[in-house]
């Protein structure tokens, strides 16, 4: 199985993410929350029934981010 919301996480950790939008109607999934990194793949949705697994990364990420 391909680890799709490991290399997210990881991409964050190792400061790739660049920002986050929760979107209504994204292509053709509906909802999501949409994960902006500044390498490819640029945009990565993440479904509704995972957003729990993120609060705490992006709320961390937020925190370190306002930092500055």
Known sequence: MYPYHNLNKKRIKNGELIGYEFVKNYKEIGECLLLYFNSPPFERPIRPH?????????????????KT
């Open 50 to 66: 995972k957003y729990r697994e993120y609060s705490d990364i992006l709320a961390k990420w937020e925190k370190s981010r306002n």
